[in-house]
């Protein structure tokens, strides 16, 4: 049974071969048999019940749509009206939201049952999700490795069929490195395409939400509830929503990937380096045609991004004081000691690293220096991106340099974490769409693959995705503990 | 560039963080790591490059000026650390 | 040594609109504390702004009327430090790129001069809630109805040069956001706040001394008496052999001084950046071309228009036009009677008084305009006289109904019969032999002692010119 996509749960459904409430509790049974993977920060399994019995009574009264009674997780990032939305940090711990995330609210409109909240990286900080206030979250191909993070919980729940979809967070790569480290499907769609509000900020010109599931057609079945244009989010994007499942099955013959070479030299592991040159063979199989680009300054996107990301977070980390909600300090001496120790016994030290180094880059004397330079790099990156794809439809480009790596192996090291994120973090100040599939394995760990595409060109993405995953069996390969 | 404790002190405070003797050094070394990798931007030719704040030139929607939001204080203040007459509490701010 | 005082305002004007300028709570005054505070304006977590369109079109309003620049494109910054009223951590401003660029205003000084002053900028931006400092068990409560209400804040340039200057300036300041009805001028409950920038340097001298920022000055009065403070202050520091020191500095009413809030050392590094949850602001020509199609007629167009089209002289014209009601009400006046000077003295006369007596809105008047027309009318036609209209006026306040039927029912219908009031006459001067005997000696003073025997006899409703010739013509 775990080994069901979200697509055939939908046709169980549909055939009434099984009901919403038996799906929830056989996930819900997964849930505490794999609570060891501590992928989980809440389980709301009254609130599941409940909804899932609704589910049953709307598809009894022929009400229901194509994703009621979908079992799913929601990052706890999301704000969930009445249900503890913590960002894995002992700032939020006892924080219950007054009100829903937009896409929380889509996603149950249209019937689904969320079973629970995903661990994560504190406020999304970290690519090892050993950085959640509560606990680190063991990657399910091997309990001594990292599922990646910052939305670790979603890709190891995902991976271990403990659930079978999850949304996650991208903000430099979030999404697709756990989905790498994890063996899953992980799309983070173009900035703006779906809605931030209620997602609790990290760098609120790099953040999107997105779906994390098992396969590409599942992905697409997610955005297409996911996606659209939200009054209450200013930088949402006001364009039509397409049926993301309508052009999966396109042919891929005569669509042009481009390929950057020095992106698969030294420091890419040689196991990912073969995993996906095999995968470009199937590609050319398919008909799609490799084109060389070059993306001249690729370099610059990691100090890029530690400067605006940083930056972003210190300003919008400014809200946690210890006045309205969150952690409060025991007795404070005055309000600076209310501010400082609030802030300080609440947040992790890598929250506390990005606050510093966003406070120093947006200080006096060092704004031009750092953060407008950054910017200009920014725009720099970015143009890199739209020149390339004057030349191919989509990148292919491998998602992280290494194997999920083990835990607390780069924990002391800020500098070597940061440097994981070489193949993520420019789509991200470009604002563009990209998909991580599994593309093979080294050992034992799965290893993944990225598709970057132009701006809303999610439907190309899960259309080469889907097309590669109905020829390949790498996204059906699950860990042990799952079967 | 070398980042001094007493700079990250005063940055600390900015950012209302009250950092340990032990916080302190080990940011100082780190922030000085992580800049060493942020030199590579300030070695590059940025002249009469616009700097980018968003991934799209898109611009700013407007919303009409109406009232949507109600009295929501006894939802918003029961998740509040301390309040009193419906006010949030701090401790005394002098003026 | 001669000293010139340099002086620079920083206007807060509360916008008059209904909701917040990125949240739908409420912006009404008075409220019950956080009632009006959504999470938006609570700092909530993941919650995001979105700009009210009212406060743009408000902002180019202002800017057009200020002759200024419009930017095409201006951007909103984050402010960032921590405050209690503060929620977020920073507030929403605009920084390098305001809406409102260069402009001016020109203001009429007490010699009925005129000066320019100039507009530095003007931005649109969130206002902060309120700390109140009643004693909690030694804490402070924090309000935040206030959080997240749309300001324009205008910057003048350092171009006043006394405290009269500076009150002039804010005056027709006042007057204006209150005709474009974007601001109720309210400075009892913080609509309308000014901070002055003051500094003096040598006479002669083109460099700008060391200046502050006078800070909680909220009546057109503290401001004079704090500048002049201010003022006063520097002078005698720097002729002591001291220097000013950059630094921001508060009013204290009660004991008319000023004193040091913070220095320049301990300001804040606030760290603006471009705020990533708001896009640029974009304002087309079609926009601009629209909001000015709304634009009202402007205080100084309307003085203009006063002297020129009613004859008033420019101080009544100034007085007539320092607001739209009034001024509205004024020409609502004229439309009935069409007597502008009359009407003038009137409005800003017996009205006014009365007005301000009650401590009421001139909207408020329990008498219309069309009344006061009616009124004026009735002394123009010699219905009435001046005087006895002063009467009917007090029982038109006390809504005694119509003028014509207040004048009726007390029968105060001016007398113009020459046959009745003649007899009259003839009797006075009969009854008072030792008067006239006086009168015709020489004693022409007596001539009123007569006017007031006959008025007193006819209850002042006897018509004045009549009378007059009458009595000319008898005592002769």
Known sequence: MTHYTLADYQQQLASKDISSVELAQFFLQQMAKHAHLNSFITVCEQEALLQAKHADELRA??????????????????????????????????????????????????????????????????????????????????????????????????????????????????????????????????????????????????????????????????????????????????????????????????????????????????????????????????????????????????????????????????????????????????????????????????????????????????????????????????????????????????????????????????????????????????????????????????????????????????????????????????????? | MSITNDEVKKIAHLARLALSTDETNAFASQLENIFKLVTVIQNTHTDGIRPMSHPFDAKQRLRKDMVTESNERDIMQKIAPATELGLYLVPQVIE | MKWEVVIGLEVHAQLATQSKIFSGAATAYGAMPNTQACAIDLGMPGVLPVLNEETLHMAIKFGLAANAHIAPESIFARKNYFYPDLPKGYQISQYEIPVVGKGYLDIILEDGSVKRIGITRAHLEEDAGKSLHEDFRGMTGIDLNRAGTPLLEIVSE???????????????????????????????????????????????????????????????????????????????????????????????????????????????????????????????????????????????????????????NSYDANVLSSSRDLADYYEAVTKVANEPKLAANWVMGELLAAINKENLNITESPIKAEALGQLIQRIHDNTISGKIAKTVFVHLWQNEGSVDEIIEKQGLKQVTDLGAIEKIVDEIINNNPQQLADYKAGKEKLFAFFVGQAMKATQGKANPQQLNDLLKDKLK
């Open chain 1, 61 to 483: 009264q022929g009400k229901a749509g194509p994703l009621t009674g979908i079992p799913f997780a929601h990052k706890d990032i999301f704000c969930t009206k009445g249900i503890k939305t913590s960002c894995a940090s002992k700032m939020l711990d006892n924080f219950i939201a007054p009100y829903n995330a937009t896409i929380v609210d889509k996603m149950a409109s249209a019937g689904m049952v969320m079973l629970g909240k995903t661990n994560m990286d504190e406020f999304a900080m970290g690519s090892s999700n050993e950085n959640s206030f509560y606990g680190k979250v063991h990657n399910p191909w091997d309990l001594n490795c990292v599922p990646g993070g910052s939305s670790g919980g979603s890709a190891a729940a995902v991976a271990a069929r403990i659930i079978p979809a999850a949304t996650g967070t991208d903000t430099g790569g979030s999404i697709r490195q756990p989905a790498a480290f994890c063996g899953i499907t992980g799309l983070k769609p173009t900035y703006g395409r779906i809605s931030r509000y209620g997602m609790i900020a990290f760098a609120s010109s790099l953040d999107q939400a997105g779906p994390m599931t098992q396969t590409a057609f599942d992905a697409a079945i997610l955005l297409n509830v996911m996606a659209g244009f939200d009054p209450k989010d200013s930088t949402s994007l006001d364009t039509p929503v397409p049926d993301y499942t309508a052009n999966l099955n396109d042919s891929l013959k005569g669509v042009r990937i481009g390929i950057i070479p020095s992106f698969f030299g030294q420091g890419l592991h040689p196991d990912i380096n073969e995993a996906i040159n095999k995968s470009k063979t199937v590609l050319e199989q398919l008909g799609a045609v490799f084109v060389e680009i070059d993306l001249p300054h690729h370099d610059l996107a990691i100090p890029t991004y530690y400067v605006i990301a940083s930056a972003e977070c210190s300003s919008n980390l400014a809200r946690y004081d210890g006045v309205r909600y969150g952690y409060r300090a025991k007795n404070p001496e005055n309000l600076l000691d209310l501010y400082q120790r609030s802030r300080s016994e609440a947040f992790g030290s890598e929250v506390k690293r990005r606050i510093m180094i966003g406070t120093y880059v947006l200080s006096s004397g060092y704004y031009d220096a750092y953060y407008i330079k950054a910017q200009q790099a920014r725009r720099l990156l970015a143009e890199d991106y739209q020149n390339a794809f004057k030349y191919v439809d989509v990148i292919l480009s491998p998602t992280t340099p290494d194997p999920a790596f083990k835990i607390a192996e780069k924990s002391d090291d800020p500098v070597k974490m940061y440097l994981s994120d070489i193949y993520t973090i420019a789509v991200n100040m470009a604002g563009l769409p990209a998909i991580n599939i599994p593309c093979g394995f080294s050992g034992h760990l799965p290893v993944g693959m990225q598709f970057i595409g132009n701006h809303l060109s999610e439907s190309k993405l899960l259309n080469i995705a889907h097309q590669f995953q109905q020829v390949t069996s790498h996204h059906q390969k699950a860990p042990e503990i799952s079967l």
């Open chain 3, 158 to 312: 350092p171009d006043m040069r006394s405290s009269t200057e500076a009150v002039a300036y804010l005056k027709t300041l006042h007057t204006l956001v209150r005709y474009l009805g974007i601001c109720d001028g309210n400075m009892q409950e913080g609509s309308f706040r000014c901070d002055a920038n003051v500094s003096i340097r040598p006479m002669g001298e083109t460099k700008l001394g060391t200046r502050t920022e006078l800070k909680n000055i909220n009546s057109f009065r503290f401001v004079e008496k704090a500048i002049n403070y201010e003022i006063e202050r520097q002078i005698e520091v720097i002729e002591n052999g001291g220097t000013i020191s950059q630094e921001t500095r508060l009013y204290d009413a009660d004991n008319n001084t000023t004193r040091t809030m913070r220095s320049k050392e301990e300001a804040n590094d606030y760290r603006y950046f471009p705020d990533p949850d708001l896009l640029p602001v974009a304002v087309s020509e079609e926009l601009i071309a629209k909001i000015k199609t709304t634009m009202p007629e402007l205080p100084q167009e309307k003085r203009d228009r006063f002297t020129k089209a009613y004859g008033l």
